[in-house]
């Protein structure tokens, strides 16, 4: 698309009002807002005085059953893709757990590991990108390289992973978002999921660390399925490849959800006995209550479309906008996602960050630019990360009015 030219004495003029407003508004972090907490509200009252009993009759208010409660692990089985008996329901984050699922690859030799991590020379970690800033900032913090891979509109550009996982010893995970991605909204085809399950890898303890957190999160009636990564693992002869995470941090109570992990028998013994050496059993109360709210897979979806009835407007909004204003301009193109939390905008190269330091200078948070890449850094200086759900609509609406005049006014000042 060709570059519609930019007046710079319109833009400055447009940018100075917009600063005059003094506006206080923040699309920075992906967080459900107030009102999509309050449809877990009834979590509040349960389990309910009297009510500490599993199905099992386990007494969930005592120490014990570190796999975590089996109802509440049967509701999320089919939406993870993990057999119930494959799948532990932990703490309230899936975030700690890739955290601990490192920390622990790297003090003891994981199933097909000749050594631990913390004996490697090098360890690197494929990054798709744009990706989320967390994954990025966890391995970094471990002394982990990071290695960006382009993400497609399939996933992953696979031609580039199964070259550097074959060739490279010391490439031993990937980071994967395979639905809804953060920041894109990419789903995974299935082509890019078989490929990641069968490609030969020079490590013998490679992991692909699949973070479906946005499995239930869908925007559209069109819900994205994906192939079951695990079972297409093991009948590729990689059984123990995968570690699947997933929580209700966007389904219930961001801080007070609860996180799952999935995998092989043997990841799963493994795992199991050392996370035994630092808990005793996880929160079960929480559990009780998580399965008393959402009863069933059913459950899960009915909620799921009251989150959608909140949110899917602010999306709308978002795109709306950035059409009207940026449509025929060639400045800017942005992802349509049909699930998950974020839009990814692209900016004209070199001016990623100028948009982000005018909008923070016109009261408008936006993620820092380069965030979606490891190491902070965007070569190109072109994505902008942006997160419609917490702010409420009208609030949604202004930040991007704000943000188009910032992308017209970089873009007048580098032409
Ligand atoms: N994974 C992805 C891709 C996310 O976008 C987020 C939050 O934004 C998380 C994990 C955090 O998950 P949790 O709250 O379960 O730790």
Known sequence: MTTVPVDVD????????????????????????????????????????????????????????????????????????????QLLAAGNSSLELMHDSIVQALLSPMPGAGRRWADEPRIVFLCPVPGYDRHFALAER???????????????????????????????????VPKYSNPTGVTYSDETVRRLAAMTTAAPDFRIFWDNAYAVHHLTDTEAEIADVLALCAENGNADRAFVFGSTSKVTF???????????????????????KRTIGPDKVNQLRHALFLKDEDGVRA??????????????????????????????????????????????????????????????????????HPYGDDPEDRIIRIAPTYPELAEVEEAIRGLVVCVRLAAAQTA
């Open 303 to 372: 909620h799921m479309r009251k989150h959608r009835e909140l949110i899917g407007p602010k999306f709308d909004a978002v795109d709306r906008i950035l059409t009207e204003e940026l449509g025929d301009s060639g400045l800017a193109s942005w992802t349509k996602p049909s699930g998950g939390y974020f839009i990814s905008l692209t900016v004209p190269a070199g001016t990623a960050k100028e948009i982000v330091r005018l909008a923070k200078e016109a009261g408008l948070a936006l993620t820092p630019a380069g965030a979606t």
């Open 254 to 276: 961001a801080g007070a959800g609860v996180g799952f992990l999935g995998s092989s028998e043997a990841n799963l013994a493994w795992w199991i006995g050392k996370i035994s």
């Open 142 to 176: 471990f002394g982990i390289e990071l290695v960006q891979v382009p993400l497609t509109g399939d996933g992953p550009d696979m031609d580039v992973v199964e070259r550097l996982v074959a060739e490279n010893p010391a490439v031993k995970g990937i980071w994967c």
């Open 10 to 85: 319109s833009a400055r003029r447009d940018y100075a009002a917009l600063v005059d407003r003094g506006l206080s508004l923040d699309i920075t972090r992906g967080k459900p807002s107030p009102r999509q907490l309050d449809l877990s509200n009834e979590l509040l009252t349960l389990p309910g005085e009297g009510n500490y009993k599993a199905e099992d009759g386990t007494d969930v208010r005592n120490y014990g059953g570190l796999k975590g409660l089996t109802e509440l692990r049967r509701i999320f089985a089919g939406a993870l893709q993990v057999p119930a008996a």
